[in-house]
């Protein structure tokens, strides 16, 4: 149950932003593990700009939260935000994401990218 109350125009954001099916999928997939970009090309058969598009977007609504490592960005989920109940219940109604992980750790792609 949610013990936060969003404001009803920012829960209208989050929910508007997780309609798009990439989107959620990416969430998803932070809930279970922090990803860089390359990572995420594994996954979705999208370019780089695209990809990082949909984190800022994420990122800019305050669901997900970015580290610096080098040259590289490594995105999370930002579970200090007011929104990550609401987005952490949703979550709860969408499948697991282990398999996507799997394709990620089984190719590596950080191997080729550096990160």
């Given at each position: 149950m ?8 920012r829960?209208?954001?989050v ?22 970009v ?6 979705f ?10 984190l ?5 609504a305050?669901?997900?939260k970015?580290?610096r490592r080098g ?5 999370s989920?930002n579970?200090?935000s007011?929104l990550y109940?609401?987005?952490d ?6 499948p697991?994401q282990t ?6 750790e ?5 191997l080729?990218?550096?990160?």
């Open positions: 949610l013990t936060s109350i969003v404001e009803l125009e829960a209208a954001n929910l508007k932003l997780l309609g798009d099916k990439t989107r959620l999928t990416i969430v998803a997939i932070l809930k279970q593990r922090e990803c860089c390359c990572e995420f090309q594994e996954v058969e999208m370019s780089q700009p695209s990809i990082s598009q949909h800022r977007k994420l990122k800019d305050g669901m997900v970015e580290e040259q590289w960005i490594y995105y989920l579970q200090k007011e109940e609401l987005v219940t949703i979550l709860e109604h969408v697991d398999e996507k992980i799997k394709m990620i089984k190719s590596n792609p950080t080729r990218c550096g990160c």
